[in-house]
């Protein structure tokens, strides 16, 4: 059996938000008289988790632990305005509006906290597990819980907040392409290495090996699902997926998962990644998009692993067994120097 | 068309409904029964979400019809956890991050705990040929298998302790 | 998987308490008990279930529709065509002034795509909705149709969207999007080589596992209640309150825990036709999408075709680079008219090249509308930048990570669209990944750096 | 509109009541008749119930007898036919295993039937029974002729083959399971150390299961060695009638046909 091996490389950034279309989003989060903080959001969580993301960011802000905060979210009658989930934005932009709100209402807490506790705000700092002390003296300290049940009860105050983030739209100068496209970049390279079967054209992918730059890995295993899940579609893409299995001819169009090619849990490779974080100057504590990005370096590595194995081109996906070993044929019948 | 009986056990709880004679089992399940875990992905066999445990075989509830389970014993992931104790299966999914979108995720324990039933020492090929009929959109499957090893590895540990 | 905490550090705090740490996911133990809701576990009695008549032909002109014998078949509560619609036509970001509206709720005089919704069916049950589309009569006249976005461009090719009148949409008085910056045609006269090569892709399925759906229930205060799977629930809110002619009040959207999006459940087509359903049936409607309309009825990933020329000098320095580029947006516009003007932004890629030329052209063909997904407007661009790199570094003759390196973005460097650029990380994460593979590097490339000029 | 669920007390009764009526269906696993009427198939009104008629069974002996309700799960399950267990194993996930039945598998267009290319090579015939008759017919030509309307497959029959004699091998482009790209069965059996009584059988190179008898010619009387296996290979592509869907083009299966059928044919590892 013939088999050849390949190692390609790519390396590609990723916009976060969308800049060209206006971008607002909303939060609003107040204090329950239970000591909990709601934000209210209408936005979705498709799966990456963004539920759990907007809980950190809201309790890394107030200065509470995730168990203190509640997210309720996508219900247009009582979730202020989110553009939706899509172009990475939701840990930027949802989260930057959280961090808004959560400061809003951190200075009403504190306020009363200083009231209960006789003190300036100035001088207190809120523990991160549910109590706010004067600082340097954790025995000087009142429960989070108390301070709210305060506000309402006793100083008639809403411990709450509003927060928007706005990036201004981007309209594009027609004749240049002036333009402010996105806030911030994240960045990715993977390579990968690739068997590839001389007689079949049939392509497997043995490792993918990445590093990403996402500027904060808020929930770094969250980060790591999206890596992973990522890479696998990006191999997903170079070489199985189609729903017009022979564009632009619209013959044989795939209608169920048979049909539909994605790599199957026996096809995963070998996948191991590393984190950078180059703090991004506008996101929530650094935090960048990328659940996007991670599905991109892997086509195009992949793809130039199969040139480094076979000395065949494919510029055209998905890199179906069948255009490599056409490649392979035609090199076979007419040699050309590698490039 | 007179609707026919349909009296078959479901985690463990027995169960007697009426259905019609198209009525798909997990159509039964889930709008008669209310047992909404069973997911349906595709209504062709072809994804796996809807896996359950008919007589302890995995099967697919999308196609099977509802009066095929009379007197069958069906278990479906809302009777995975045993008297308020997640399955293993279910503590290694969560622990290890094997779930995004959660839509796959029922089918998937359920195929696992199939295999873990009949084969409490699974390879990795065992494992990946377990949840060869599921499909997951989100995670690449390596968090998955990598969680129903975990889970084989805490059950054996579990029963030699 | 580890963190890399050399990179960077005098910009970092690395002082989280809650965020930074590996918090277990809140919806992990709804999902491994199956307890999790997702929009299709809600039940309402009486719900109605809607199935669509679908175009056959790629491109064919209507001459009638006869409802006359579905309408007979017991179970059969309503039929909806484009005339019940109150306001039919429309674009989803019309919402952001990206216009004109081109697309039919339900088909008018015409269908553009196999697969276009004609005729909508609301039935006591599944199969009698399905067996009451198959007794819907629809008499075409097929038309000739295109599915090649440079045929679709030439002199004389079927006229997809008339609401365009032409085959590509309009940025601005210009038939494509453009990105202008220093002189290609100067960069390549002092050009050491210049190559131009092709890259192609064809469309690709979202695939979540859960289909695209919706329930609508009418309450009692005359509001609709839509539990929906979108992604987008005010640009679904707002497109159906203008397609229904209703006051934005009347309309409520409950969602945001969603089985798989990937993009491909930012269209609004189930929400708008659900809604009216409900209003005209006073019941509560379900409209979810067959996993054969999910595969190939729903948007994919547009196909892209993508010409790169580039001008690259010995040393390695990439001088000019030029792209043509035409994404496939199908029948209409959907999100494609942005996604164009997003690849335009993305182009020539993490690099920095003086001199850049980009053609983006947003075609209409006629094939299912494409629309946003996972790397919108720039995965494929990507696969095409990169493969274009390796094939330069071998051409002149440079390890294809140190050629990257060369030409690699750093802080400061002007952008082809005129912003400069700032946190830059890219000769980073090559450094990183290259250590992580054994690929090795030059003592110079080991010590490049986003934050200095020049590598 | 309603579907009407009948059970037969026998397989001659459940034919005479499938024979009448245009609208009847004999349900096995469900894998293909359910999935029809959930796409949409409104000619299907009744559906004839295959349990409790005694076609789950396996009859082991020199003559194996396969019945018709028997799943892949049943025959994985079956040390007896550890020579099919790659080919149950190949059908799919184990639900679909678990559901999917070998009489089923004989109604399989392409891309699927490969427990058909399987019993296709092993010259299995096919029993089946009318509302008052039995009969057995080659495989080869019951899916040449295609199945007949008031008659039931009830099992499927073939002679033990010897030890090593099977082979099998499923091309797909998802692992470790998929629709094929193609497959191959092959009952190579060896005396006096030549191929004697060669049948090889091929999935998805035609629109059903088909025998490559180019290739049985080619083996057949000869070692199996180097020369055998190239012009076998050279004969594979012979009589094939491959068709384009969105596993593989018809040009890329007789492409790797000959490839595959080598690495068959001489034991490589697949």
């Known amino acids: 059996m013939a088999k050849a091996r390949g190692r390609g490389v790519a390396a590609v950034n990723y916009p976060t938000g969308m800049n060209l279309g206006g971008d607002p989003s909303q939060a609003l989060v107040h204090a329950t008289t239970t000591g909990n903080f709601v934000v209210s959001l209408s936005s979705t969580d498709l799966g990456q988790g963004l539920k759990t993301v907007m809980t950190q960011i809201c309790a890394e802000a107030i200065g509470v632990p995730p168990e203190m905060v509640i997210i309720d979210t996508a219900d247009t009658d009582t979730g202020p305005h989110c553009m939706g989930t899509f172009a990475s934005r939701g840990t930027h932009r949802i989260g930057n509006a959280i961090i808004m709100a959560a400061k809003e209402a951190r200075k009403v807490l504190m306020d009363v906290a200083a009231d209960e506790l006789e003190v300036s705000a100035d001088d207190l700092e809120t523990d991160g597990k549910g109590a706010i002390h004067v600082k340097g003296v954790p025995s000087r300290s009142i429960p989070v819980f108390e301070v709210a049940l305060a506000a309402h009860f006793k100083h008639g105050k809403t411990v709450s907040g509003r927060g928007i983030f706005m990036q201004t739209r981007s309209f594009p100068d027609p004749e240049t392409g002036k333009m402010v496209p996105a806030t911030t970049y994240a960045h990715a390279c993977t390579i990968a290495e690739v068997e590839v079967d001389t007689e079949t054209g049939e392509v497997e992918v043995l490792s993918l090996k990445s590093a990403y730059e996402v500027g904060h890995a808020l929930n770094p295993k969250m980060v790591e699902q999206q890596i992973v899940g990522g890479a696998w579609m990006g191999m997903s893409h170079a070489l199985y997926e189609t729903t017009e299995p022979y564009y632009p001819d619209r013959a044989h169009g795939p209608l169920d998962f048979n049909e539909y090619l994605m790599p199957g849990p026996g096809d995963v490779p070998a996948m191991e990644g590393v984190i950078l974080e180059r703090p991004s100057q506008d996101g929530p504590f650094g935090a960048k998009g990328v659940g996007e990005m991670t599905a991109n370096s892997p086509i195009p590595a992949i793809a130039n692993a199969i040139f480094d194995a076979v000395g065949i081109r494919v510029d055209s996906l998905p890199i179906t067994p069948e255009k490599v070993l056409r490649g392979i044929l035609a090199q076979a019948a007419s040699p050309q120097p590698a490039e | 068309m007179a609707k026919l009986p349909l009296i078959f056990t479901v985690n463990g709880t027995e169960q007697a409904e009426f259905v019609d004679g198209d009525a798909l089992l997990v159509d039964v399940l889930r709008d008669k029964l209310g047992m909404t875990g069973t997911r349906v992905g595709c209504g062709q066999g072809t994804c796996g979400a809807c896996t359950i445990l008919i007589d302890g075989a995995p099967a697919l509830s999308c196609l099977t019809l509802a009066v095929s389970a009379n007197g069958k014993d069906v278990t479906t992931v809302e009777g995975l956890a045993m008297g308020g104790t997640l399955h293993a299966l279910q503590t290694a999914f969560a622990d290890g991050f094997a779930t995004q979108c959660g839509f796959c995720t029922s089918g998937m324990l359920v195929a696992a705990k199939a295999l873990l039933d009949r084969n409490p020492d699974p390879d990795r090929d065992a494992v990946v040929d377990a949840i060869s009929g599921n499909i997951c959109r989100c995670t690449g499957y390596e968090p998955i298998i990598n969680a129903i090893l975990a889970a084989a590895a805490d059950l054996r540990s579990a029963k030699s302790a | 998987m580890e963190h890399v905490r050399a990179f960077f550090a005098a910009e970092r705090g690395d002082d989280g308490k809650a965020v930074g740490t590996s918090l277990a996911r809140s919806d992990a133990l709804g999902h491994v008990t199956g307890q999790t809701q997702f929009y299709a576990d809600r039940q309402f009695p009486g719900m109605l279930h809607l199935k669509m008549v679908r175009s056959p032909h790629d491109h064919a002109r209507i001459r009638s529709i006869d409802t006359s014998e579905a309408e007979k078949l017991p179970g059969v509560v309503r039929v909806i065509t484009h005339k019940d619609v109150p306001a039919n036509v429309y674009t989803i970001l019309r919402l952001i002034q990206v216009e004109p509206n081109d697309e039919p709720v339900l088909a008018e005089d015409k269908v553009r795509f196999k697969g276009e919704q004609i005729v909508a069916i609301l039935a006591e049950s599944e199969a009698i909705a399905r067996e009451a589309v198959a007794k819907v009569k629809v008499d075409y006249e097929v038309l000739p149709a295109v599915f090649d976005v440079e045929e679709a461009l030439e002199p004389g090719a079927p006229l997809v969207n008339e609401y365009h009148g032409n085959n590509y949409f309009t940025y601005e008085g210009h038939h494509c999007r453009r990105v202008r910056h220093g002189n290609v045609e100067k960069g390549f006269a002092e050009a050491d080589h210049v190559i131009e090569e092709r890259y192609q892709s064809s469309p690709i399925e979202h695939a979540p596992v859960e289909t695209t759906g919706c329930i609508v229930v009418p309450e009692a205060n005359g509001r609709l209640t839509c539990y929906s799977n979108t992604q987008a629930l005010f640009f679904t809110l707002d497109n159906a309150g203008l397609i229904l002619n209703v006051p934005f009040q009347k309309l409520r959207l409950i969602g945001g825990t969603v089985g798989g999006g990937f993009g491909g459940k930012v269209d609004v087509i189930t929400e708008p036709v659900a809604m009216l359903a409900a209003m005209l049936t006073g019941r509560p409607v379900k409209y979810a999408y067959s996993r054969e309309e999910e595969m190939q009825v729903s948007s994919p990933r547009a196909a892209e075709r993508i010409y790169i020329k580039d001008g690259v000098m010995n040393d390695g320095r990439i001088v000019a680079r030029q792209v043509r580029l035409y994404v496939d947006a199908g029948a209409y516009s959907r999100h494609s008219p942005y996604g164009t003007t997003k690849a335009s932004a993305h182009m020539p890629g993490p690099y920095t090249i003086p001199n850049v030329s980009v053609d983006a052209h947003c075609v209409y063909t006629n094939r299912t509308p494409s629309s946003a997904m996972r790397g919108f407007g720039v995965t494929i661009g990507d696969f095409a930048l990169e493969v274009q790199m390796d094939k330069l570094a071998r051409l002149v003759g440079m390890d294809p990570i140190a050629f990257r390196i060369r030409n690699a973005y750093r802080d400061g460097d002007m952008k082809a669209h005129g912003e400069l650029t700032k946190g830059a990380a890219l000769v980073e994460t090559m450094q990183a990944a290259a250590q992580l593979a054994g690929w090795p590097l030059s003592a110079e490339d080991t010590a490049a750096s986003s934050m200095k000029a020049g590598g | ?270």
Request: charged letters at 20%; a neutral charge; zero cysteines.
């Open chain 4, 1 to 270: 509109m309603a579907l009407d669920i009948v059970r037969a007390d026998s397989v001659g009764q459940a034919a005479s009541m499938l024979a009448g009526d245009d609208g009847a269906r004999f349900l096995a696993g469900g894998t293909f008749l359910v999935r029809a009427m959930t796409a949409g198939d409104v000619s299907i009104r009744k559906v004839v119930l295959s349990d409790g008629l005694g076609l789950d069974r396996i009859a082991l002996g020199d003559t194996i007898e396969i019945g018709s309700a028997v799943t892949m799960a049943q025959v994985q399950a079956e040390p007896g036919l550890g020579f099919l267990h790659p080919v149950a194993e190949s059908i799919g996930g184990p639900a679909v295993r678990s559901m999917a039945t070998v009489g089923g598998n004989l109604f399989a267009r392409s891309p699927y039937g490969d427990f058909a290319v399987a019993l296709l090579a092993l010259g299995a015939s096919v029993v089946s029974e009318g509302a008052d008759s039995e009969a057995s017919q080659d495989l080869e030509a019951f899916l040449s002729e295609g199945p007949k309307r008031g008659r039931i497959v009830r099992a499927v029959r073939f002679a033990a083959p010897a030890e090593g004699a099977f082979r099998y091998r499923k091309i797909t482009r998802k692992h470790p399971h998929g629709a094929s790209v193609l497959s191959i069965a092959a009952l190579l059996p060896v005396s006096g150390g030549k191929v004697s009584g060669a049948r090889v059988a091929y999935g998805a190179m035609a629109p059903r299961p088909m025998r490559a008898k180019a290739v049985e010619a080619a083996l057949e009387g000869t070692p199996l060695d180097a020369a055998a296996i190239a012009a076998a290979a050279a004969a594979a592509a012979e009589g094939t009638a491959p068709e384009d869907d969105p596993q593989a083009s018809a040009w890329y299966r007789r492409a790797v046909l000959p490839v595959h059928l080598g690495r068959l044919l001489s034991g490589e590892e697949s």
